[in-house]
């Protein structure tokens, strides 16, 4: 009984998850869907109870197939897909069959039976919204087409507390904040605040420092102090680690109980990774960029292994591929390992191109021509490339939009501390 209590718990939150994702669809009144869930509810409980004298794993085998495919006519948006895999893999011992179940159904079969109610939940859905061919349903947009498509940059990683509901009805635009309301794991985000801001047109990114240790974050009281480098970081509460080291690449990007595995667990669109450019502080150490390469790359691979529109945007390090910062490598092995860095990046984003110097906000105007230059690889990769400038002075505001226009990239102009103190978007972007 315990067991099946279990069950019906997880079912329950499962349907939250369905109802925050389908929501955006646009199909039928909240009233419908939630008449529509309970149904499911009814009907998924049911079929729990029957599980010990009847398994039928061929009809539950098709209906998984059906509802993998069908999750993903959401513009490529995978929150029901990717809630389902981790609430159900995530507790293997809940997905046990309970006492007296054939021997031979194994724990994934009574996954797929619990994935019915859903299976149904998006069919009977798809018909109140008025769809009249599958087929349409199953096109899902590439990850660069997913960034291509959004017109605004909102990146914001302080005073996030009602953050969500605040934007729950932004369209076409690229968010960019932190998995937490204030860094810690007590104020995570949960998958209903991630699914507020998801459709529509958004993509939604999560923060992730990669070359520095967070004071802030969950893992820092317990961190060997033999990751910490000497050379530190230029911000409070942050500190330089020896970022190839594979005790600290567990502590970011394992499979388990890492800052991506939490990411993955709230439904994040992908990442936005910060201070890879921290190879530059090595600049004694043979090897520190191509480290930092198969650390970017590792992260994406992991990433895309749970969820394969996993989508990966890189900031600063404009010039990581430059073959000066690969002495140690021949000409083959150097483009052999971009031939690896260029599939796993699907954007890039870049601070103060246009407006550069020694000031917190409102430096002059001052082009910096070697990450202008380095930007033109990545367009030519067909990466797309943002950018922020801090600006509060509406002229230089106006000059930093007309730069990113003439440049191809989107940008945002908005404040120092990242806390959504005001924001200056380009007009027209295309």
């Given amino acids: 009984m315990a067991q099946l209590k279990a069950r019906k718990e997880r079912v329950s939150k499962l349907v939250q998850v369905v109802e925050h994702s389908l929501v955006d669809f646009g199909g039928g009144s909240h009233a419908s869907i939630e008449a529509l869930l309970a149904r499911s509810v ?254 970017v790359e590792r992260i994406a691979n992991r990433a895309r292994s749970i969820n394969d529109d996993f989508i990966v945007v890189q900031q600063n390090a404009v010039c990581l591929p430059d073959r000066g910062n690969y002495s140690e490598l021949s000409d083959e092995q150097h483009a052999a390992l971009l031939s690896r860095y260029w599939p796993v990046l699907d954007g890039i984003s870049v601070e103060s191109p246009f407006f550069s110097g020694g000031q917190i906000t409102n430096n002059a105007y001052s082009p910096q021509s070697d990450t202008l230059r380095c930007l033109s690889e990545y367009r030519s990769r067909q990466k797309n490339v943002f950018a922020v400038e801090f600006l509060s002075d509406p002229e230089k505001q106006a000059k930093a939009m007309q730069e990113f226009l003439n440049a191809g990239i989107l940008g945002v102009a908005t404040d120092r501390s990242l806390k959504g103190l005001f924001f200056a978007h380009p007009i027209n972007h295309q």
């Fill in 42 to 295: 009814q009907a998924e409980t049911a079929l729990l109870k029957r599980i010990p004298q009847s398994v039928d794993v061929d009809r539950t085998n098709r209906m998984i197939e059906f509802w993998d495919h069908t999750t993903r006519f959401y513009d490529g948006r995978q929150s029901l897909r990717l809630a389902v895999l981790h609430q159900l893999n995530d507790n293997k011992e809940a997905a046990k069959p309970p006492r007296g179940c054939h021997k031979k159904m194994n724990a994934l079969h009574t996954r797929r039976i619990m994935s019915h109610a859903l299976v149904s939940a998006l069919a009977l859905l798809a018909t109140l919204a008025g769809c009249s061919t599958l087929k349409s349903w199953f096109h899902s947009p590439s990850r660069a087409e997913r960034l291509t498509g959004v017109k605004k940059f909102h990146y914001q990683l302080g005073d996030l507390v009602g953050f969500t509901d605040k934007h729950s009805a932004d369209h076409d635009t690229l968010f960019v904040i932190d998995y937490s309301k204030d860094g810690t794991d007590v104020e995570r985000f949960g998958w209903a605040d991630v699914a507020k801001l998801k459709g529509r047109g958004n993509v939604v990114l999560a923060y992730l420092n990669i070359g520095e240790a967070e004071e802030v974050r969950w893992y820092y009281k317990n961190l060997p102090k033999k990751l910490l480098s000497p050379q530190n970081s230029a911000l409070s509460g942050k500190h330089t680690v020896y970022y190839w080291d594979r005790a600290w690449q567990d502590i970011i990007g394992a499979e388990h109980e890492s800052s991506l595995s939490r990411i993955l667990a709230i439904g994040f669109d992908g990442v936005y990774l910060d201070h890879v450019d921290a190879y530059s502080r090595f600049p004694d150490r043979k090897g520190a960029a191509a480290a930092m390469i198969a650390w």
